[in-house]
């Protein structure tokens, strides 16, 4: 509920001052070669040191590669959050990266950031300057076989400070205040970050149009006759009385 009265608030700030740059091509960072046909286009809200964020960011590639390019296609945006100090520029190192390699990088180095949060954090970093923590950035490029000398130039570089910029714009835009955030086609979903791959393909499987597994879940839960247990998401249980139907990320409606 609190998140629904924010994004009220934000449409209405985004409808009255709102002006973000034109992208000149998507926003995001595709998975390996995914399709822009895929039906389910998965959109990853993550934080570059966001804890919660790296406990999604594995399964999210389990996802993508369960399914494979042709069913679903993972776009990562980041979302660097101002109390995160030091990840406003991890998101720019991923930007350089992906120009660096062509996206080919891109992916490892988000997992490489993810492995060395703990050294990024604020308290690691209190005393350490900004060159200090962009040479960390560059040795992890430089262990993606990347020109550290490259990133560092693009580290000063207006293009790469105006996409980072962007994509954590057109994130607000969307109404989202935390991470991790996702999105199927579009559309938010309230999955929680410990989401398992069985989690995500109890809700992608039903998308596909596949049989959806039948939970166990359902038989453990306790509502009254007459009523229909509804798992509207993996783990959130409500029950339908008469007339209303269990619709899927968002419960028992009419
Ligand atoms: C993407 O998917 C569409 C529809 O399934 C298919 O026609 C197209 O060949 C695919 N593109 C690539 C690059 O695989
Ligand atoms: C990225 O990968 C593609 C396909 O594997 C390859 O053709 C291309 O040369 C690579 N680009 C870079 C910059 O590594
Ligand atoms: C930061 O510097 C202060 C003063 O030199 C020192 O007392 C403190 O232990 C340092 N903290 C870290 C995390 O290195």
Redesign the pocket.
């Given at each position: 509920m609190k998140y629904s009265a924010l994004l009220v608030v934000s449409a209405f700030i985004g409808a009255v001052c709102g002006q973000v740059p034109l992208p000149s091509k998507p926003l995001g960072f595709t998975y390996g070669?995914g399709?822009t046909?895929?039906p389910i286009q998965l959109s990853a809200f993550l934080g570059p040191l966001c804890p919660d964020s790296l406990n999604a960011f594995p399964t999210l590639l389990q996802v993508a590669d369960h399914y494979g390019?042709?069913n679903v296609r993972l776009i990562t945006h980041q979302f660097p959050l101002p109390y995160h100090r030091n990840s406003f520029l991890a998101a720019k190192g991923a930007q350089i990266v992906d120009v660096l390699s062509s996206g080919n990088q891109t992916y490892r180095w988000l997992g490489a950031v993810y492995a060395q949060i703990n050294e990024f954090s604020n308290d690691a970093t209190h005393n350490k300057t900004e060159s200090v923590v962009q040479a960390m950035y560059a040795s992890i490029a430089t262990s993606l076989q990347l020109s550290g000398n490259a990133f560092n130039v693009m580290y000063k570089d207006s293009a790469i400070e105006e996409s980072t910029r962007l994509d954590w714009k057109y994130t607000a835009t969307r109404g989202v205040a935390w991470t991790p955030a996702f999105m199927i086609n579009d559309v938010l979903i309230q999955a929680e970050p410990t989401w398992t791959l069985k989690d995500w393909s109890q809700v992608i499987d039903g998308l596909l149009g596949s049989q959806r597994p039948p939970s166990k879940r359902e038989t453990l839960s306790s509502c009254k006759i007459g009523t229909k247990t509804c798992e509207y998401l993996p783990g959130k249980v409500e029950c339908c009385t008469k007339g209303e139907a269990c619709i899927p990320n968002v419960g028992c409606r009419c």
């Open positions: 070669k399709n046909s895929a390019s042709q």
